[in-house]
Each structure stands twice: as structure tokens, then as C-alpha cells.
């Protein structure tokens, strides 16, 4: 079965750009959620998606945003980018809410100049 | 809230010794824990999980973990360590509050180094 897979691998942007994340689950996996993980911060849960609905938020502020389609793909936008939004961003996805491991995805390395 | 500490930010062991990564959390229900490994430009790996049952649970690479309820515990263990298990090791939480949400709350990591 195939993996977590993310697209792009690495990202370059400049501040005030914006930039769009994508993520495909492991096939019959309906949730997927994204972390954002930096050297100051650590991981740091963003967002969850089930069925196409955002099911649970972290403390991000809406310049971060997601989404999930019927496929169970996912993406994930950062509007307005600022230097601080340089990190890795991680995918993961689940099978069985609540009680599964999540499976992540190889990340997203955005880089804001 | 829930939380989880990892109290080491680094850890060296010699290659054949036993290691140790400690965890300690802390969440208002019942917890679900995992232990997660993170090689260099990598995603995360999942190692193993406790959700209930046995309080000593085994998992991947030959790596255990022991449950203590009452010091709040997850301790990651290895009989033997293999200079290949160094990496950045990752303690999460899962609070289960009836919703079926899937996020964790991570430590802030262990770095372990195994040397030969």
C-alpha cells in the first residue's frame, strides 16, 4: 500500500506571497491532518479533515487554511507569507478516529525569503 | 489541556547498551500515547502506541514502551541500542474527547545518538 505522499517536496516563496500544499492519504484513510514543524516551535498541530470537513483547528492564525476532497486529498494554503511561516510542513493521515497512529507524509520544505 | 514533556533533549548511549527516552503527559481523560522517530529529512515514523491493556507495549525496530498511570509516564525503551537508531524521537499525546478528532500533541523531541 502506497504511503503519505506530498507535493511539492521544497517550496520557495517570498514574503506576501502565497503558496499551496498538497497531500494524498493512504488510500481508504478518510482523515488527514497537517503540522507545522520548526526548529523554535516544534510540531504544532494546524488542522484536521474528515469527509471533506475541517474537524478540528489548532492555534494558527486564517492566513492558514485547508481543505479536503472528496478523494480524501488534501491541500493546504498560506496566504500573505512571512519569514516566520519557514518550516516543514507535515501531512498525516488516519484510518480509525481517535484510537489509530496517524501516518505521515516525507513534508514540505517551505522556505520564505 | 493536554501536554507532553520530554525532559532530554539529548541522549547518548553506547551501541549494544540498553537506552531510554523518557515522556511524561498530561491530559484530563484517559490517554492515548505514541512514540513517533524522525530520521533527517524525513517525515515522522510510528514506532508504537498504548491505548489501553498491557503496560508494556512492543513495537517496531525492537523498540517497548512502559505505561505508568500513576507517574504519567511513557518511557521508550531498547535492550540493546543499534548505532542506526539514531534519530529525533517524538512523544505524542491524544486526549480523547469524544469528538473522534485525530490531533496530537507532540514533546518537543530527543535527540538520540548511539555511538558505535
Known amino acids: 500500500k502506497a504511503g503519505v505522499t506530498q507535493t511539492p517536496r521544497y517550496l520557495i516563496k517570498t514574503r506576501g506571497q502565497q503558496v499551496t500544499l498538497s497531500c494524498s492519504p493512504i488510500?481508504?484513510?478518510?482523515?488527514v491532518s497537517w503540522y507545522q514543524q520548526t526548529p523554535g516551535q516544534g510540531l504544532q498541530f494546524l488542522f484536521e479533515?474528515?469527509?471533506?470537513?475541517?474537524?478540528n483547528k489548532g492555534n494558527f492564525p486564517g492566513r492558514f487554511s485547508g481543505r479536503q476532497f472528496s478523494n480524501s486529498r488534501s491541500e493546504m494554503n498560506v496566504s500573505t507569507l512571512e519569514l516566520g511561516d519557514s518550516a516543514l510542513y507535515l501531512c498525516a493521515s488516519g484510518g480509525v478516529a481517535g484510537a489509530g497512529e496517524q501516518y505521515f507524509g516525507p513534508g514540505t520544505r517551505l522556505t520564505v525569503t | 489541556a493536554q501536554s507532553v514533556a520530554q525532559p532530554e533533549d539529548q541522549v547518548n548511549v553506547a551501541e549494544g547498551n540498553p537506552l531510554t527516552v523518557k515522556c511524561t503527559y498530561s491530559v484530563s481523560g484517559n490517554p492515548y500515547l505514541f512514540w513517533y522517530v524522525q530520521y533527517p529529512n524525513r517525515g515522522l515514523q510510528f514506532l508504537l502506541k498504548y491505548i489501553t491493556g498491557d503496560n508494556l507495549v512492543k513495537g517496531s525496530y525492537g523498540f517497548e514502551a512502559e505505561f505508568n498511570k500513576s507517574q504519567t509516564s511513557f518511557h521508550l525503551k531498547k535492550p540493546s541500542a543499534l548505532v542506526s537508531d539514531s534519530a529525533l524521537y517524538f512523544c505524542?499525546?491524544?486526549?480523547?474527547?469524544?469528538?473522534?478528532?485525530?490531533?496530537?500533541?507532540f514533546g518537543t523531541g530527543t535527540r538520540l545518538t548511539v555511538i558505535p
Open positions: 505524542a499525546v491524544r486526549d480523547i474527547d469524544g469528538t473522534g478528532a485525530n490531533n496530537l500533541f
Open positions: 488510500s481508504g484513510h478518510r482523515s
Open positions: 479533515y474528515f469527509s471533506e470537513t475541517q474537524r
